[in-house]
């Protein structure tokens, strides 16, 4: 089974429609973090949470908020969809005594139409 | 801010072929570095990293990169690669210095395709 998982994979929506990507880990590591990439721009940090009550923003988190349900759950919402978040969503993990070896999830393709 | 410069967008190589994929960081401190790769549906998985020591890694499927600071490069070379070596590479980096988050700034990638 694999250690990070997001669901859904892919997600096609409309502009507007209040969208939840979810992420779950089995690795027990304390640290998660949501990218997001486009072609061209590499992967770009939205959020970063170092525990359930650690939660911050990364470079790009306008237009997007997060929850740490619980030590292994942690989920990007879009409130309100707009075309240009059309991309691929990465969730990672890391242990804070590996200096930033992340673990990334399969990624969820969204299409914001 | 540091910053990470993948100059090769792209790079098109035959079978058995050597390749090197480039890298190169803005700052001359400290550095924590990093090659990711990203399989065609997949998620990014580590191919290697330098935090301090010799300056040749080596990473898996046969992947080793070379620190080099006056150059504030770190690339990727492979002597041989596959057919199944066809991904695309990310290098990252860190600042070790920083005594709150140590967040990864990615470069842009360098799509590594090899045909027979």
């Known amino acids: 089974d694999a250690d990070v998982t997001q669901t859904p994979r892919n997600r096609i929506t409309k502009t507007g429609k209040r969208i ?3 992420c779950s880990q089995t690795k027990g590591h304390d640290r998660m973090y949501w990218y997001r990439q486009d072609p061209g721009l590499g992967l770009r940090l939205i959020y970063y949470s170092f525990d359930v009550k650690d939660i911050n923003k ?5 237009g997007y908020s997060v929850s740490r349900q619980a030590q292994a759950k942690f989920s990007l919402s879009l409130e309100s969809a707009i075309p240009n978040q059309t991309a691929l969503y990465f969730c990672a993990t890391s242990d804070y005594r590996r200096y930033n070896e992340q673990f990334f999830g399969p990624g969820t393709r969204l299409t914001v139409l | 801010a ?6 090769d967008s792209q790079v098109p190589v035959f079978e ?3 390749v090197e994929l480039r890298c190169n960081y803005s700052s001359s401190v400290s ?3 990093f090659w990711y790769v990203q ?5 990014l998985q580590l191919l290697l990293k330098y935090l ?3 300056t040749l890694v080596k990473g898996i499927n046969g992947f080793e990169a070379e620190f080099n600071k006056s150059q504030t490069s770190f690339h990727l ?3 041989s690669v596959h057919i199944s070596d066809t991904a695309e590479y990310f290098c990252a980096v860190s600042d070790p210095e920083n005594t709150g988050f140590q967040k990864l700034v990615f470069g842009t990638g360098t799509r590594l395709l090899v045909s027979p």
Do not use: W
């Open chain 2, 2 to 7: 540091q910053s990470v410069t993948q100059l």
């Open chain 2, 52 to 54: 301090s020591g010799s």
């Open chain 1, 58 to 62: 990364g470079e790009i988190s306008d």
């Open chain 2, 77 to 79: 070379r492979k002597p």
């Open chain 2, 16 to 18: 058995e072929a050597p």
């Open chain 2, 31 to 33: 550095v924590y570095l």
């Open chain 1, 20 to 22: 939840m990507l979810e």
């Open chain 2, 39 to 43: 399989y065609p549906n997949q998620g």
